[in-house]
C-alpha cells in the first residue's frame, strides 16, 4: 500500500515553518485546541476574504495574527474599522491581548493551493460539472506561471451511486523532492448529494539554498502595504 505524507509537514524546519509558533508545558492541549478554534471560527467569518492561511504566535500571555488573504480591503474595512472589530471580537473570546492583527496579500490567488481548492469546492455547491471546474482551475495556474499542478476530487461525483476519486495532473510534481516548493490545500463541498473531497497541489519551483529558503519565508510573512483588492480571475474559455 501506497503511504501518503502531507506536503507541508514533510518540509517542516526545512523549507517551511510551523503555522502556530509558540511554547508550552502545561498548557499545551489548551493552547492548541484555542488555536484550532481560533483558525476555524476566523476562516468561517472572513469567507468572503479569500482567506489561505492564518498564523498564530504567542509571545508572553499575548496573541498574535498573521492573516493571508487575497482581498485585505474586505478585512481591513474602512478606515481600519473591520479589522479593530475583529481584534476586540478575538480578544473577547479568548481573555487573552491580541496584538494588531497583521493582514498580508495573497498577490496571485490562482497559485494559492488552498484557495484554488475552495474555489473548485464552491463551484461543485452550484451545480458546475466537477471535470470543467477541475480543467479550468488546471488551466488557470499553468497560465499564472507555476511549473506544475495537481486537482482531486473524491465523493459521489455527478450524484453518482458510487463515490469514486478522479484527479488532473499537468506539468511536474516532485513530491519526495524537499527542495520543492509544493502548495497544498484540502476543501470539501457540501452538495446535496452528500460531502465531495477537494485537493490541490501546486509546484512553484524549487529553492535551493538557505538564503532562498529565508527570502521565501519572509516573503510569505510580510504584512501587507496597501489593501488594494487582488484582480479578479478572467474566465477561461473551456478547450474542445
Known sequence: MGQKVHPYGFRLGYTRTWKSRWFAKKDYSEFLHEDL???????AQ???AGVSNIEIERPGNKLRITIHTARPGIIIGRKGAE?????QDVQKRTGREVLPINIVEVHRPELAAQLVAESIAMQLEKRIAFRRAMRRAVDTAL???C??????????????EIARTEWYLKGRLPLHTLRADVDYGLAE????????????????????TPKQRREAQEKETAPAMEAAPAPEESPVKEKA
Open 37 to 43: 478554534f481560533l483558525k476555524r471560527e476566523l476562516k
Open 46 to 48: 472572513l469567507k468572503s
Open 83 to 87: 479589522i479593530d472589530r475583529l481584534r
Open 143 to 145: 497560465r499564472f506561471g
Open 147 to 160: 511549473l506544475g499542478i495537481k486537482v482531486q476530487c473524491a465523493g459521489r461525483l455527478n450524484g453518482a
Open 189 to 208: 463541498s457540501m452538495t446535496t448529494y452528500g460531502k465531495i473531497g477537494v485537493k490541490c497541489w501546486i509546484y512553484k519551483g524549487d529553492i535551493f
